[in-house]
C-alpha cells in the first residue's frame, strides 16, 4: 500500500513558510495545527508488529493488537525507524494521549482531550478512507499514565467532533493568554465558526502563563533579517519604536511589519522560539527581551482551561461544548 505524502507535504510548507516569511497566517497555523502528527506521537510498548521500510505493514501476533484489528473501522499505519505499524485507531490512541497532554490532570480533561485526537486522526482519514497514516517516535509511557491514557480513550470509545456535517479541524495547545482565539478571524475564512474565542479565566495561574526570551540587540536584528530581507531598520531607535504589532481580539500578535516588510506573527513565534505568538518587545540597554502569554497557537481547547473546568465539576462533553462551540459529538458507527 502506498503510503500518502499529506505530512511530508505539511513539513515541507513549513521549512518554505520560515525560510521566505510566508505572511499568509492562515496557512502558518495549519501547519502548526498538526504538527503533533510529525513530532508527537509517542508510545509505550506498541512496537510490536514492525515492518521493513518497502514490506506491507503488519498487525502483531499477540492478544489485543491481533483481537481489535479484526474490529477496528480505522487503521493506523504508524512508520518508526524499525518499520511501519498497523493499529486499531483506539489501541493507537491510548499510546499517543500521554505525549500530548499532563496526564495528571483531571480525567475529564483527558477524555476531552481524547476526543480532540480521534476527530484529527478521523480528519486525516478522510483522504484515505479508513486509513490514517502518521510517523512517530517510540516513547516509553509508565503504566500509571498508560492505564489513565486506557480510561479516557475506552470511557470516550469512537467519539469524534463534526459541524455541518463535516469532521472538523480540532487543534489543541496548552495555556492561553487569557482567551483562546477566533478561528474565522485567524484564517480568514468562515468555516471555523466553531472556534469562537471564549475567556480562559484562570489560566493566569499556570506556572507558564509567561515567559521570555533575551538576546542582544544586534542578535535580534540579525535574525530577523533572515526573515524579514528587506527591512531597513534605524540602529538609534529601539524594536518598540520601530517593529508594528497588528494583534486579533484575543491579544495573539497576527503580523509583524517594519516600514511594509510584514512577517505573520506565528512565523515571527518560530524565529526566536518563543512559547506563544501573545508577544511584547521591550529592550533593556542593548538587550532585547520578548515577553510571552500562554503557550501554543491559541486556537481550540485550552488544555490548562479544561482542566480548570473539570476541577469546578464540568464533565468532558461540558468542555468540548464551551471550545468548539455548536459541534456534534458522534460516535464511530453511528454517524450514518
Not at 516569511?21 to 508488529?49: C, E, I, K, W
Request: glycine share 12%.
Amino acid at each position: 500500500m502506498r503510503r500518502k505524502e499529506t505530512i511530508k507535504n505539511v513539513v515541507n510548507y513549513r521549512r518554505i513558510a520560515l525560510k521566505t516569511g510566508y505572511r499568509d497566517l492562515g496557512a502558518v497555523l495549519l501547519f502548526l495545527l498538526f504538527v503533533p502528527y510529525v513530532v508527537s506521537f509517542f508510545f509505550g510498548n506498541t512496537g510490536q508488529g514492525a515492518v521493513g521500510e518497502g514490506e506491507e505493514a503488519s498487525v502483531a501476533e499477540e492478544g489485543m493488537f491481533r483481537e481489535d484489528a479484526g474490529k477496528a473501522e480505522y487503521i493506523v499505519y504508524n512508520k518508526t525507524q524499525a518499520g511501519t505499524e498497523r493499529i486499531p485507531l483506539e489501541t493507537y490512541l491510548t499510546g499517543y494521549l500521554p505525549a500530548t497532554i499532563d496526564m495528571d490532570y483531571e480525567m475529564e480533561a483527558l477524555k476531552a482531550q481524547a476526543v480532540v485526537l480521534r476527530t484529527e486522526l478521523m480528519k486525516l482519514a478522510e483522504e484515505d478512507g479508513k486509513h490514517i497514516y502518521v510517523e512517530s517516535g517510540n516513547v516509553p509511557v509508565g503504566e500509571e499514565a498508560y492505564e489513565r491514557s486506557k480510561e479516557a480513550v475506552s470511557s470516550t470509545r469512537g467519539m469524534f467532533l463534526m459541524y455541518e456535517g463535516e469532521i472538523v479541524v480540532a487543534p489543541y495547545f496548552a495555556v492561553s493568554a487569557g482567551a483562546t482565539r477566533n478561528g474565522n478571524e485567524v484564517f480568514g475564512s468562515g468555516e471555523y465558526g466553531y472556534l469562537k474565542s471564549v475567556m480562559c479565566g484562570r489560566d493566569f495561574t499556570s506556572e507558564d502563563y509567561t515567559g521570555s526570551v533575551r538576546m542582544g540587540r544586534h542578535t535580534f536584528w540579525k535574525r530577523l533579517g533572515e526573515f524579514m530581507q528587506d527591512m531597513q531598520y534605524e540602529e538609534e531607535s529601539t524594536a518598540q519604536e520601530q517593529l508594528v504589532l497588528t494583534r486579533d481580539r484575543a491579544g495573539y500578535v497576527t503580523e509583524v511589519s517594519l516600514n511594509g516588510v510584514c512577517l505573520s506573527g506565528e512565523v515571527f513565534r518560530e524565529a526566536f522560539g518563543l512559547k506563544s505568538s501573545c508577544f511584547e518587545i521591550a529592550e533593556e540597554g542593548n538587550t532585547v527581551i520578548l515577553k510571552t502569554k500562554g503557550v501554543g497557537h491559541g486556537l481550540g481547547l485550552c488544555q490548562y482551561g479544561a482542566n480548570e473546568a473539570a476541577k469546578r465539576g464540568n464533565d468532558y462533553i461540558d468542555i468540548l461544548n464551551y471550545f468548539f462551540s455548536d459541534t456534534v459529538i458522534e460516535k464511530i458507527g453511528e454517524s450514518g
